[in-house]
């Protein structure tokens, strides 16, 4: 799991939570069912008219699986698993890989090719299109949470407006100035409490792991090529060691050493 997207989530609901209490603790003064409609039907209605329904449907929840967890296995621990691979090719040739348990399931398709003798031209194309799409969907994701972002603050405004029209409309009547005074207030905070706490981290959080993803999967098509060209274990590690930041190419050098 993603720890700090669940501690960020929480310290945020903590604070609002905290912040009601020190005020006296009156949640109930906090909900207004006209607020929330305006809210999350006006943005997800937004959101729907800019994507594809089938687009919010798979961005949606894939999004959220992806914002709270890790991924299992590192550049590092990617590059050390794959020389690993390579010197076990270098002795005892492909078929040995047929039964080799591998953490990763890129890595683990990209060795089940190598294993079965499909060519270089096939491995390359499959894998990179294999990576292109999951990017794809990734970054869809990204966007639909970035989208619903976007327009929550846009129908806080609007339910600002409704509830100040509302409000003026009945200033002869004080009994409906407050319920109109809530609406347009709380519509505000509803939209930017969604949008500053919620969707707007959660797409920035998929844009970091997409970046992690497209790094740590080219590294395994890479390395599963150079295997499958049959190059040396010393070899693949020096070239995979080109996608590690400079700190830990000076760690595994010194280990190495």
């Not at 939570?17 to 006296?24: A, E, N, P, R, W």
């Not at 409309?169 to 919620?198: H, R, V």
Request: with cysteine; proline share 4%; glycine share 8%.
């Amino acid at each position: 799991m993603d720890l700090a997207t669940g501690i960020g989530l929480v310290g945020g609901v903590a604070v609002v939570f905290v912040l009601i209490m020190i005020d006296g603790g009156n949640f109930a003064a906090y909900f207004d069912k006209h607020a929330v409609i305006v809210i999350f039907g006006g943005a997800t209605a937004a959101t729907m008219l800019r994507f594809p329904f089938s687009v919010i449907m798979h961005g949606i929840p894939m999004g959220m699986r992806f914002a709270f967890t890790m991924r299992s296995i590192k550049p590092r621990e990617l590059i050390e698993e794959i020389t690993k691979i390579a010197e076990i090719v270098k002795k005892s040739g492909p078929m040995a890989l047929e039964n080799m348990d591998i953490s990763d399931p890129f890595l683990a398709q990209g060795v089940r090719y190598i294993a079965d003798g499909y060519d270089r031209e096939f491995i390359r194309d499959t894998m990179e299109r294999d990576r292109d799409n999951f990017l794809m969907h990734l970054d869809e994701g990204s966007k639909v949470y970035r989208a619903f972002g976007d327009c929550a603050p846009a129908w806080g405004m609007i339910g600002t407006i409704l509830g100040m029209v509302t409000m003026f409309a009945n200033m002869s009547d004080p009994s409906k100035l407050g319920p109109a005074m809530a609406t347009a207030l709380l519509a505000t905070l509803y939209g930017a409490l969604i949008a500053n706490m919620i969707t707007l981290p959660i797409a920035d959080k998929l844009h970091v792991k997409l970046e992690e993803e497209d790094v740590s999967r080219s590294l395994i098509i890479d390395g599963v090529l150079l295997i499958r060209d049959a190059k040396s274990a010393s070899l693949v590690r020096e070239m995979l060691i080109a996608y590690l930041p400079h700190n830990h190419r000076d760690e595994l050098a010194a280990e190495a050493a």
